[in-house]
């Protein structure tokens, strides 16, 4: 069954209940992203920043990637996200195609990877590309998602803010805080964002 907006606001309100480390994480990665994003015009990560949103998306499984994602040195990582996250273009689809392409340039770097890259860098605009959340959007299991899923993934995510807000106009709802909630088990608890 797929996830609806009154859903994701028990969720919310039960994990409020207790500390929720996967979520203080999120929060503290954003805020460090934020202020490098203040700091540095033209936005870039460090390559000690992008280590961190590759450990933090990948969890478990970083080992798995770890030669490829830090084979990639300080200038490499610094011009190919500056790359990405200057790129303009008219067309939304086109600039998100565009800004992934580049930051998958990193070896190690897959869609969900860049997808996470961007959605901590930019919450407000993306979120990260996770198996179980499109499960919960779309009660489908899937793997191999391409870009044409992220784009309907957003689009579904959206579509949610926007029924969460109607529910909860008070609870600031945005596409990264709808993807978290979910990621939640069925108890109702939010569960930290997995990997890709």
């Not at 998602?145 to 949610?160: H, K, M, P, Q």
Request: glycine share 6%.
């Amino acid at each position: 069954m797929m996830i609806s907006a009154a859903t994701l606001k028990d969720r919310r309100i039960a994990a409020k209940r207790a500390e929720d480390p996967g979520l203080v994480e999120v929060e503290r990665l954003k805020s460090r992203l934020a202020r490098a994003r203040d700091k540095r015009v033209p936005l870039y990560l460090s390559r000690e920043e992008f280590l961190a949103v590759c450990r933090w998306k990948l969890g478990d499984q970083y080992s798995r990637a770890a030669h490829a994602l830090e084979s990639s040195s300080e200038k490499r990582v610094k011009r190919t996200t500056q790359m990405a996250f200057t790129f303009k273009d008219k067309e939304a689809d086109f600039e998100l195609a565009s800004r992934l392409t580049i930051l998958r340039l990193l070896p190690g770097v897959g869609i969900g990877v860049a997808s996470a890259i961007l959605a901590l860098c930019y919450p407000k605009r993306y979120a990260p590309l996770d198996a179980r959340v499109w499960r919960a959007l779309f009660d489908e299991q899937r793997g191999g998602l391409d870009l044409a899923d992220y784009l309907r993934y957003l689009t579904r995510l959206g579509e949610l803010v926007a029924e969460a807000r109607t529910l909860d106009s008070k609870g600031a709802w945005s596409m990264q805080l709808v993807a978290y909630y979910c990621a939640g088990n069925d108890e109702g608890t939010a569960a930290p964002p997995a990997a890709d």
